[in-house]
């Protein structure tokens, strides 16, 4: 059964690629958005979507098909939970829940490959679907694709050929200090710093071990802050990632950590953050943005803990709704 295109029905579940988010290209995270219908007759609780036991890494909660990773968030290591708005773990009948799952492909061999997935409800195997996911290294994996809406406009490969025939791609570098009073990560770009980002960046006791990072950078459209004129920016996305079992952290979990720079001015613009499934604006211009990833718990605060970013020098301008909402829209800043 495929999950490419079309959508597929059963007797209780029907599964849906959205935005033809089924693509990732070389050495960049990509989003896939998968949307379940419940078309049964009755509530179906703790709903939550999977690879298969046999394509599980080993050592950290994530899925491994023919290289490709395939990571989610939530702190489920059973799966992707399908939740919504006010923390919701069911849906009622002919409602529609979604899931996003995070693909990272770090070889050029494949061009298509097949993503098993399992379905769970009720604590019942529901059934196992085939999401067909193509991969690609061509210049549109430098467009920039919103995490809650992750369309493909293809519409910019023009304007990112314009743009990267007249300016080189810039060097987007990460440094990592293991400090025992508190880690650090700083972004360059260029030579020049553009984020520091300090607090609970890694995993285990103090969050000093197992720090996994990965930065992707983008050309993105955004409007000037201080003349509110439409231009285009690098777009550098460092994602932090928490997939090593501990009792300190949430698992799996991810975040990210936007910085949409001015290529005149080498200033942060605008950044782009998540708060609970909501994405958070800050507003610039700064020319180095100042992040603590706060490490606080759902349950138990000295026990446990969760990993929102929160911007220290830049004033927040706006919160989305909810992207666990699959009626919401979810955008912020950009143009796409």
């Known amino acids: 059964m495929s999950a490419g295109q079309e959508d597929n029905t059963d007797d209780l579940i029907e599964v849906k690629v959205e935005h033809k988010s089924n693509l990732a290209f070389f050495n960049k995270v990509s989003t896939l958005k998968i949307s379940l219908l419940n ?3 009755k509530p179906l609780k703790s709903i939550y979507l999977t690879p298969p036991i046999h394509l599980r890494d080993r050592r950290q909660v994530m899925g491994l098909v023919k290289g490709l990773q395939v990571i989610w968030g939530g702190g489920n290591p059973k799966g992707c939970q399908i939740m919504l708005p006010g923390d919701r773990n069911f849906l009622k009948p002919n409602e529609r829940g979604v899931a996003y799952f995070l693909l990272y492909y770090p070889r050029r061999a494949l061009e298509k490959l097949t993503l098993p997935l399992e379905i769970y409800a009720n604590n019942t195997h529901l059934k196992t679907v085939n999401v067909d996911i193509s991969l690609y290294t061509d210049l549109r994996g430098l467009i920039y694709r919103p ?35 508190m880690p650090k990560v700083q972004v360059f770009l260029d030579g020049s710093e553009v984020a520091t980002i300090i607090g609970d960046v890694g995993s285990g006791f103090r969050h000093l071990s197992k720090i996994r990072l990965h930065r992707d950078i983008f050309i993105g459209y955004a ?80 026990l446990r803990s969760y990993h929102p970013p929160v911007v220290m020098n830049m004033p927040k301008v706006y919160v989305s709704e909810d992207s666990r909402d699959p009626k919401a829209f979810i955008k912020t800043i950009y143009i796409t």
């Open 147 to 181: 995490r809650y809406h992750p369309h493909l406009n293809d519409n910019m490969v023009d304007l990112v050929k314009k743009i990267v025939g007249e300016n080189s791609i810039p060097d987007a570098e990460i440094y990592i200090w293991r400090s025992l009073l």
């Open 39 to 41: 078309r049964s007759n």
């Open 223 to 302: 409007p000037d802050p201080l003349t509110e004129n439409v231009r285009w920016y690098w777009v550098i996305r460092v994602w932090f990632f928490w997939l090593d079992k501990s009792i300190f952290d949430e698992v799996p979990d991810a975040e990210r950590v936007e910085l949409w720079i001015n290529p005149d001015t080498n200033k942060v613009d605008w950044l782009i953050t998540d708060r609970h499934w909501r994405e958070v604006a800050y507003k610039g211009p700064v020319n180095n943005a100042k992040i603590k990833i706060i490490g606080g718990s759902k349950i138990y605060k000295p």
